[in-house]
């Protein structure tokens, strides 16, 4: 086997123990937020017997989904040790548009979604593209376009509602029906785009290579890997989702509102941390985020089962969240 | 194995003078005012451990990155196997046969042994998962990975283990066994052994000269002179930019090395076995 005719064994480690049972385990990063899922669930479960209904699960679904979609986006930048805070703007911006040109503009419908989605993207790559180029932090990049997307989406729709929205922007609100349970068109497109993620982060190598990216962008760089352009092309992807959400939450509300996406950014960043990323970039799953949004989404529809009020609700998500980081912070101390 | 490195010294004594694998001739580099390289030449021949030494500033890293195509020289010529190269940027050098062992390890931490021995070349399925949806084949990279590290002796259980639960010398085994899996002319280490204990130092020398005794030369950024003394062949003392002159270990006392390397011994004045 080896080529060397030297007589010792190994060269380097000798003296490393066997991996232990509790390392060949996955990381609690991993499992930590299924766990946790389970758990509330089996809570409400025996707190409110409406809780397990098939239809209760769909609404849970339907709830979660636009800050889903949204939260894939923020997961491939928090992987590249980013963060994105201009999500829920992008996602406004594009929902205005994409509504605005099919009303007022009297656009073919499939035309005007695609605009909307363009101008998510646009301001993906200007992310993007300020980070690369100029190297600006990417906490004030964002900081900055969200406020510009803001700005744009009032300005634009003169801070009212779009409404009287022509079919096609509507589908993906419309259900089928799963034996007793209707699902909506939405659900089924979010747990797409996470399939899809899932698959490109884990198994190709431009997947791996955002996991490089964000645990050490020099030492990618220095394998041959164009940090900078994959960088840009994942502020760009990222905006392309998030005018995706818009066309959830247009289909979802039935208008277009210049006032959604408010909370977008916190609320994704949550999803993404209690689903086990590291916020400093590099460790995670996507399907953990899903996993996240839905504890999220969860405990909103448990307690407002019970009849809790909605401060509560943000009380216990804030706790829920500084568990998750220092659950995670624990496990990496680990050994 | 020591028997092999004499004998291929000798040969390279004896043979008439083989074409070196890597030569650079007068590389200048200027910072603003400060000239890092100053007409620097250099000289590698096939198989043999070539360590560079020289004090702070002496120009030692900027000769490296010129070498690797991390610098780009403001004048003067690099021959790779006697042809003209013109290295726009480590990429380059990489696709010519030129691996670098950078001295901060470039390894990402959290990614597991194989996939930072991939890292950028990943392999992919065979068919259209490969081709068409861009799978990649974790099966052959696991035990290509694992074939390759027990070749060159590293002796780590699961190439799945993440590269943060491995000891810094093992670290260091996987950095250089990347290099040393992809190199086809050239592996350039920075002070491979700077971060280690002494035993985990030994540890690595033995690998340095385990990728010598493939066939790969080896040039060897180091402050540390005995590990100088134990591996190269010849070593490369630079002095103010320029290249002072090239010693032969066998021939030389570490002291005198230093001496020659500070400035208070002019090479002119060693005897004649010292210079290689
Ligand atoms: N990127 C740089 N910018 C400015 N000066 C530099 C740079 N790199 C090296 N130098 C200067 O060039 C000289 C040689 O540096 P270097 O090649 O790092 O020497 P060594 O590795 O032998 O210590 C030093 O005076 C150093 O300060
Ligand atoms: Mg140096």
């Known amino acids: ?335 | 194995m020591t028997t092999t490195a004499a004998a291929r010294a000798t040969s390279l004594a004896t043979s008439a003078s083989p074409i070196p694998v890597l030569e650079a001739r007068g590389l200048v580099k200027r910072y603003g005012h400060v000239t890092a390289l100053d007409g620097a030449d250099f000289l590698l021949l096939p198989g043999e451990i070539l360590a560079v030494i020289g004090d702070n500033g002496a120009g030692k890293s900027t000769l490296i990155k010129a070498l690797s195509g991390a610098v780009i020289p403001d004048a003067g010529e690099i021959l790779l196997d006697g042809k003209l190269v013109h290295f726009q940027s480590p990429l380059d050098a990489r696709r010519q046969g030129i691996e670098t062992v950078y001295q901060d390890l470039a390894v990402a931490p959290a990614m597991n042994i194989a996939e930072n021995l991939f890292l950028g070349r990943e392999l992919r399925r065979a068919g259209p998962l490969g081709s068409v949806l861009g799978m990649l084949d974790k099966r052959r990279m696991l035990s290509e990975a694992t074939s390759h590290m027990q070749s060159l002796k590293i002796g780590i259980r699961s190439m799945k283990q993440a590269v943060e639960t491995l000891s810094g010398g093992q670290r260091q085994g996987v950095a250089v066994a990347r290099s040393a899996a992809f190199a086809r002319h050239v592996v350039i280490m920075d002070e491979p052994t700077a971060a280690l204990g002494v035993k985990e130092g030994n540890m690595v020398l033995e690998l340095i000269r385990r990728v010598r005794d493939r066939g790969l030369p080896v040039i060897l950024v180091s402050h540390n002179m005995p590990h100088v003394f134990e591996v190269a062949d010849r070593i490369h003392i630079a002095r103010l930019g320029k290249r002072s002159c090239v010693v032969n270990p066998k021939g030389i006392s570490m002291s005198e090395t230093v001496a020659v390397m500070t400035g208070a011994r002019r090479p002119e004045d060693l005897p004649p076995e010292a210079l290689a």
Not at chain 1, 121 to 129: D, I, R, S
Not at chain 1, 135 to 162: D, E
Request: hydrophobic content about 50%.
């Open chain 1, 1 to 335: 086997m080896a080529s060397s005719s030297s007589t010792s064994s190994t060269v380097v480690g000798t003296a490393i123990p066997a991996p232990r049972i509790i390392d060949r385990l996955p990381p609690i990063g991993t499992l930590g937020p299924l766990v946790a899922l389970a758990v509330a669930c089996a809570f409400f479960a025996s707190q409110t017997s409406r809780f397990l209904a098939g239809q209760n699960f769909s609404l849970i679904l339907q709830q979660v989904m636009v800050v889903g979609v949204v939260a894939i986006g923020q997961t491939l930048v928090i992987l590249t040790a980013g963060i994105d805070l201009s999500c829920g703007m992008l996602m406004a911006l594009g929902s205005i548009v994409m509504t605005k040109f099919a009303t007022d503009l009297g656009l073919d419908p499939y035309l005007a979604i695609g605009c909307g989605l363009l101008s998510s993207t646009a301001f993906g790559y200007l992310n993007g593209a300020l980070i690369t180029f100029v190297k600006l932090p990417p906490f004030i990049v964002t900081l900055g376009t969200l406020n510009i997307a803001f700005a744009v989406t009032q300005i634009y729709s003169q801070s009212q509602t779009v409404s009287d929205l022509p079919d096609p922007l509507l589908f993906f609100g419309r259900t089928f029906r799963v034996g007793e349970t209707e699902v909506t068109y939405g659900t089924v497109l979010m747990l797409a785009l996470y399939a899809v993620g899932w698959f490109v982060l884990r198994e190709t190598a431009v997947g791996r290579h955002v996991y490089a990216l964000g645990n050490n962008a020099e030492a990618t760089r220095l394998m041959g890997i164009p940090t900078q352009r994959m960088l840009r092309g994942i502020y760009t992807v990222a905006g392309l989702l998030y005018g995706i959400a818009g066309l959830l939450i247009v289909a979802r509300t039935g208008v277009g509102d210049p006032q959604a996406g408010q909370t977008d950014n916190l609320d994704s960043i949550t999803a993404v941390v209690l689903g086990g990323t590291s916020l400093f970039g590099g460790r995670g799953a996507i399907l953990g985020t899903l996993v996240g949004a839905l504890i999220v989404g969860v405990f909103r529809n448990g307690l407002t089962l019970m009849g809790v009020a909605s401060v509560y609700q943000i009380l216990i998500t804030g706790i829920l969240v500084i568990l998750a980081v220092a659950t995670d912070q624990l496990s990496r101390r680990r050994g």
